[in-house]
C-alpha cells in the first residue's frame, strides 16, 4: 500500500514569491492534517480536514496561508508572500476515522522550504 | 494549553548501551501519549502509544511508562543499535478532539548510537 505522497520535497524562495504544496494522502483516509515542522522542533499542526471540511485552522497564519481539499483526497497547501520565518519542513498527514477512537497519523516525507 | 517538555535535546550512546529518555507533560485531561520516531529525510511516525487504562506500551524493544504523579512520561530500551539513531518525539493526544486529531509534539531527543 502506498503511503502518504508530498511535492515537491524541496523548494527555494525570494521573500514575498508563493509556493504551493501538494499532497495525496493514503486512500481511502478520511481525515488529512497540515504540520509544520521548523528546523531541530517538533511538528507543529497548521490545518486539518475531515473529508473536504476544514475541521480546525485555527493555527494556519490565515493572511498568508490557506489549504483545499476539495473533494476530500488530495490536498493543497499555499503559501502568499513567503517571508524567512516560514523557513521550515511542511509536514502532510493522513488516517482513517475510528469513532471516537485514536486513530493513527500516517505521515510524509514533507517538503522543506528554504525562504531567501 | 497542553504541553510537552524534552529537556535532553541530544543523547550519544554506544551500542548495547541503555537507553532513557525523559518527558514531562501538562494537560487539564486525562493524556494519551504517544513516542513517535523521525529517521532522517522521512516523517514521524508511531513507536508507541500509553493511555491511562494501560500506563505502559512495548514495541520494537522499547517501552515507555507513564507517572500520572509525576506527570511524566519516559521512554526506554535496554540495548540500543545504530539503527535505532533517530529523532524522537514525545507527543500529547488532544482528548477534546475526541479521536485524538489533534497532537502535541515536543521539541525531540536526537539519539545518535555510534558502533
Known amino acids: 500500500e502506498a503511503g502518504v505522497t508530498q511535492s515537491p520535497r524541496y523548494a527555494v524562495l525570494q521573500e514575498g514569491q508563493a509556493v504551493s504544496f501538494w499532497c495525496d494522502p493514503i486512500s481511502g483516509h478520511d481525515t488529512l492534517y497540515w504540520y509544520q515542522q521548523p528546523r531541530d522542533q517538533g511538528p507543529q499542526l497548521l490545518v486539518y480536514f475531515r473529508d473536504e471540511a476544514v475541521i480546525d485552522n485555527s493555527q494556519l497564519p490565515s493572511d498568508r496561508f490557506s489549504a483545499v481539499r476539495p473533494k476530500g483526497t488530495n490536498s493543497t497547501l499555499k503559501i502568499q508572500s513567503a517571508k524567512q520565518g516560514d523557513t521550515a519542513t511542511y509536514l502532510c498527514a493522513s488516517s482513517f476515522r475510528l469513532g471516537a477512537n485514536y486513530a493513527e497519523q500516517f505521515f510524509g516525507p514533507g517538503t522543506r522550504l528554504t525562504v531567501l | 494549553g497542553d504541553s510537552v517538555t524534552q529537556m535532553q535535546g541530544q543523547v550519544t550512546l554506544s551500542e548495547d548501551d541503555f537507553l532513557f529518555i525523559n518527558c514531562t507533560y501538562s494537560?487539564?485531561?486525562?493524556?494519551?501519549l504517544f513516542w513517535y520516531v523521525q529517521y532522517p529525510g522521512e516523517g514521524p511516525q508511531l513507536l508507541l502509544k500509553?493511555?491511562?487504562?494501560?500506563n505502559k506500551g512495548i514495541s520494537r524493544g522499547f517501552e515507555a511508562t507513564y507517572d500520572k504523579r509525576t506527570t511524566s512520561f519516559h521512554l526506554q530500551k535496554a540495548s540500543v543499535q545504530e539503527s535505532d539513531s533517530a529523532v524522537y518525539y514525545c507527543?500529547?493526544?488532544?482528548?477534546?478532539?475526541?479521536?485524538?486529531?489533534?497532537?502535541?509534539f515536543g521539541a525531540g531527543t536526537r539519539l545518535a548510537v555510534c558502533p
Open positions: 500509553v493511555t491511562t487504562a494501560n
Open positions: 494537560t487539564t485531561w486525562y493524556p494519551t
Open positions: 507527543v500529547l493526544g488532544d482528548m477534546l478532539s475526541g479521536s485524538f486529531n489533534k497532537l502535541t
